[in-house]
């Protein structure tokens, strides 16, 4: 039953996308960012299960860039940066199912005479049948579910003279435009 239930839940996240949203920390994941101070922030984004490694790092590019417009910059540099995995096994348990059918006919003839203090009885019976049974035995599976987290110390600026690295927010966050 649990597994029955651990396919149906991924088969339904499959077909609606269970990836974590874009949206601050909560159950299914999300962005946090903390200040170290007035120019210096950590942005960091949680996926769940059904999230990428890809999109966990892009979820992060683009908090950045929106924590730098938001506090009146144009540019951020990335100070340091990475990407971690949790990995969780999920068992699910052994299931056994039996079925059975057969099939049974017969024939039966019955007669019984009263005469006088006397009777006599005839019967005739005849049957056959037949039955059979199958048991199967799924053994389980194991799963690894992988979560992935992104984090970066980013500097925010107001130009990127002497930065030429430096990302543009606008030009970042204009690729998550629909």
Same mark, same amino acid.
């Given at each position: 039953?649990?597994?029955?239930?651990? /396919?149906? /839940?991924?088969?339904?996240?499959?077909?609606?996308?269970?990836?974590?949203?874009?949206?601050?920390?909560?159950?299914?994941?999300?962005?946090?960012?903390? %200040?170290?101070?007035?120019?210096?922030?950590?942005?960091?984004?949680?996926?769940?299960?059904?999230?990428?490694?890809?999109?966990?790092?892009?979820?992060?590019?683009?908090?950045? /860039?929106?924590?730098?417009?938001?506090?009146?910059?144009?540019?951020?540099?990335?100070?340091?940066?990475?990407?971690?995995?949790?990995?969780?096994?999920?068992?699910?348990? %052994?299931?056994?199912?039996?079925?059975?059918?057969?099939?049974?006919?017969? =024939?039966?003839?019955?007669?019984?005479?009263?005469?006088?203090?006397?009777? &006599?009885?005839?019967?005739?019976?005849?049957?056959?049948? &037949?039955? =059979? &049974?199958?048991?199967?035995?799924?053994?389980?599976?194991?799963?690894?579910?992988?979560?992935?987290?992104?984090?970066?110390?980013?500097?925010?600026?107001?130009?990127?003279?002497?930065?030429?690295?430096?990302?543009?927010?606008?030009?970042?966050?204009? =690729?998550?435009?629909?």
């Amino acid at each position: 039953m649990l597994k029955k239930s651990f /396919a149906l /839940a991924l088969a339904s996240c499959s077909l609606i996308s269970c990836t974590s949203p874009y949206q601050a920390s909560g159950f299914t994941g999300g962005y946090t960012d903390m %200040a170290l101070n007035k120019d210096t922030y950590f942005i960091t984004f949680r996926g769940n299960g059904f999230t990428s490694a890809e999109t966990v790092q892009s979820y992060t590019l683009r908090r950045s /860039a929106e924590l730098t417009l938001s506090k009146g910059y144009k540019y951020f540099v990335i100070v340091t940066g990475g990407t971690s995995v949790n990995t969780q096994v999920v068992r699910t348990p %052994a299931t056994i199912q039996t079925q059975s059918f057969g099939s049974f006919h017969g =024939n039966g003839y019955g007669n019984t005479s009263y005469f006088g203090s006397g009777s &006599s009885s005839n019967y005739n019976f005849s049957g056959n049948g &037949s039955s =059979n &049974s199958y048991t199967t035995i799924n053994p389980g599976g194991q799963y690894n579910i992988n979560k992935y987290k992104s984090g970066a110390t980013i500097k925010i600026l107001h130009n990127n003279k002497g930065y030429p690295q430096a990302y543009d927010a606008a030009v970042i966050l204009s =690729n998550y435009q629909k």
